[in-house]
């Protein structure tokens, strides 16, 4: 099956800047997904990406505060904009792949001070 | 209002015994569930899926049940091992949504 690169693992970050995430798949997938678990939490969807037309988010989220960029079908970037100690989470990039499930990336542990 | 949960944030098992971790949904539009294993610092993992047209589904050590008119599916792991030792997380879709809806996630440990 396909496999997810993402990065950076982790990263502590001042309040109100900016952070990207990136995602590779070493193969061409359609859709990708972006999730968020924050502590003691489920994954919560934040926006799916297709190649070639904008993010479609998930209520609660908006394309100011994580901008998703899918430029290929191969790579799909998530920004956590201005933050804030409450995005402290981990962030995870996914896609569908057949009947294997959702492929995870390993996640990035996103910690705002 | 939470569509996926799993009641028991932890289970502890002994090695060799079943484990049994358990899901409730209340959307009967989902159609698709699936079980995923979590280890620290690593993504989610793909453990087993059922679709609902069926009541159960085996691989290996796993197999997943689903009891449609509960809204109810179980992960039983026999002979658990401490390997299995891990966060599980269900998770359900419907629709053409293509998303998943997950539940909070049930950490079992397998003492040896």
Not at chain 1, 31 to 39: E, G, H
Not at chain 2, 73 to 90: K, N, R, T, W
Request: contains cysteine; proline residues 5%.
């Amino acid at each position: 099956s396909a496999v997810i690169s993402q990065k950076p693992s982790r990263d502590i970050c001042q309040r109100g800047t900016s952070l990207t995430i990136q995602c590779q798949v070493d193969s061409q997938v359609t859709m990708m997904f972006w999730y968020r678990q924050q502590p003691g939490q489920s994954l919560t969807l934040i926006a799916t990406a297709n190649q070639g037309s904008e993010a479609t988010y998930e209520s609660g989220f908006v394309i100011d505060k994580f901008p998703i960029s899918r430029p290929n079908l191969t790579f799909s970037t998530l920004t956590v904009s201005n933050m804030s100690p409450e995005d402290s989470s981990i962030y995870l990039c996914s896609f569908q792949e057949g009947s294997y499930g959702y492929t995870f990336g390993s996640g990035t542990r996103l910690t705002v001070v | 209002d939470q569509q996926v949960k799993q009641n028991s944030p932890s289970l502890s098992v002994q090695e060799g015994r079943i484990s049994i971790l358990n899901c409730d949904y209340t959307n009967s539009m989902f159609d698709y569930f699936l079980w995923y294993k979590k280890y620290p610092a690593e993504g989610p993992t793909f453990l087993i899926s059922i679709s609902s047209i069926k009541d159960k589904n085996e691989d290996g050590r796993f197999t997943v049940f689903l009891n449609k008119s509960a809204k109810h599916l179980s992960l039983h792991i026999v002979p658990s091992q401490p390997g299995d030792s891990a966060v599980y997380f269900c998770a359900a879709s419907g629709g053409s949504q293509g998303n998943l809806i997950f539940g909070k996630g049930t950490k079992l440990s397998v003492k040896p």
